[in-house]
């Protein structure tokens, strides 16, 4: 027997119905970190020691989901790749399909203007379309996911409303990030979910104006200062084809511009009917062609079995093709007769009562309130005792700034911290060492710290036994660590070496930092390949790769790059 007719012989059946688009930015806005010789790409800063794209990686992954699409920009491609094989192999991730791609391996734009490399995030997004075969999540690669939100909870919900075309996710930040993030008003339904509006703040003026249609529609809208814009996305494949007919000079940002534009269409009659044929269209009959031709079919329904089975794009095949041409004049005056009844009305009004039939959706994501548990009373007569603060809120927070960088590694160590301490009320003593070669992810509740590995072994070494270090900081291999220093909250990379006497307060310290003897640093960010001098004493700064403090040097409150001096 054949064995592609033998039913015992296996096959592989791909049942995924969402796929994982991950965009990698140049990190605009994470000056000085993205300056210098050596600079690293957005997607590989470390928090942790570990790189921030694997949490989006690992978040998709635990979401059920193994395609995934990385679109990177050129510079970064050599060395996302070579990490993505070594950390994400077909051994460690056998059912991972993992595609990378540049942003100039996409397809050619209508109008090629030489800037793909600069391309906004919308364009991008529909020069990689044909590579897009199912409903997908757009990411970002810089993004920390509190544990009560995955990403199973958000296609579910875009699962049980069969009408959304996007369901976007927004949240509340954070104070200590609120203030770098571009303020918003956000309007939405609460009681349908529906997304209605995306404005920034800066273009709303003293009077506030909002289309009857909308009013109308959703007499109930509720507007929001407070909320954030994570970037999380999930589309309806359909979605590519209308991003198709709009021309490249008109894209830019999907935040700024395709979903505010795409929101529109969802309460706009005009847009919203017209859009229809493309994001929602009729569901194709696979016998509708064997019906039209057959014989007993009458003759007046030949015509109804034809309509349904027009051509499909090579998204979906349930989509027909949208038509990119510009309607000539005489096409407008043909669609305008067309719409124009005996009567002279138009045959628009007659579709203003018939729902548009899709919608957009809002999955909004803030903090739980903090646990707080009041202490009993310590003895008779005795007023009870303080309320003790419970754990952390989780939140979810964006690294796309130095703010956000800054506020993810800082709740990171807080949670290193609360591992530790619950060890040492066990019994346990903290281990501060992190395995950096796996994709392991440290969330809140959870740290990668592991013992007993020759990893650790050999690190432990490195590390005087006079060094002190606090139960809320990390180590990463191969550090060495002199005679009667001190580190405290402090993250520091693999192979850094920290001098005698030398202390480190709230401090990031990426790979292969080097800090002399008797050095002060306190809430500083350095990057790779930094040396700080003898005695230097460093506050509140950020230093870009390979920059040198020279010994002795006081520097407070500033962000600098290789080469730059005080």
Known sequence: MSTLLDPRASRRVDTQDFSAVILVGYG?????????????????????????????????????????LIIVPPTAEAAISEYLAQTYSSFSHPRAHITLKSYTDGEDDDEQDGEE???????????????????????????????????????????????????????????????????????????????????GLDTVEEDLGFRMALIDKHPTISLSKRLLDSHIYVFRNTVLDLLA???????????????????KGAWQDGLGHRWSTILSPPRRDPLAGALARSITTPYNEVGTYATLSTPSSTGSNETPLP????????DQ????????????KSARKSKQNTPIGWT?????????????????AQGKGKQNGKAAAGPEPEVLIRANNLAGYWEVNRRLIRSVGAANAAALAAGVAPVHHQVTSGAQHVG????????????????????????????DSLIGDGVRIGDRAS????????????????????????????????ARLENVILCGNVRIGEKAQIKDCEFGPGFEAKPGAVIKGERLVAGQEV
């Open 245 to 263: 007919t709009r021309q490249s000079k008109e894209l830019s940002s999907m935040r700024e511009q395709f979903v505010p534009y795409l929101l």
């Open 360 to 376: 957009c959706r809002v999955v909004i994501h803030r903090p739980e309130e903090p646990v707080v548990e009041e202490k009993p």
């Open 487 to 518: 580190i405290k909250k402090c993250v520091v990379g693999r192979h850094c070496n920290i001098g005698k006497g030398a202390k480190l307060t709230g401090c990031i310290l990426w790979d292969w930092v080097t800090v002399e003897d008797n």
């Open 117 to 199: 490399e600069r391309a906004g995030t919308a364009r991008i997004l529909r020069r990689f379309r044909s590579l897009i075969k199912t409903d997908f999540v757009l990411l970002p690669c810089d993004i920390s996911f509190p544990s009560n939100l995955t990403l199973a909870s958000i296609l579910d919900k875009h699962r049980a409303t069969p009408d959304a075309v996007l369901t976007s996710v927004f949240y509340e930040p954070t104070e200590a990030v609120r203030e770098s993030e571009e303020s918003m008003l956000v309007g939405y339904d609460k009681y349908t979910n529906e997304l209605l509006l995306i404005q």
């Open 444 to 471: 809140a509740g959870a740290t990668a710290t592991t013992g007993g590995t020759p990893a650790a072994a050999a690190a432990a070494d490195a590390i005087s036994s006079t060094a002190q270090i606090s139960p």
């Open 333 to 344: 005056l043909i669609a305008f007769k067309a719409e124009v009844g005996k009567t002279g």
């Open 28 to 68: 605009e806005n994470l000056y000085p970190l993205n300056e210098g010789t050596n600079v690293l790409s957005k997607a590989l800063m470390p928090v942790g020691n570990v790189p921030i794209i694997n949490i989006v990686l690992d978040w998709v992954f635990a979401g059920g989901l193994t395609d995934i």
């Open 323 to 330: 038509d990119l041409r510009h309607p000539s004049a005489g």
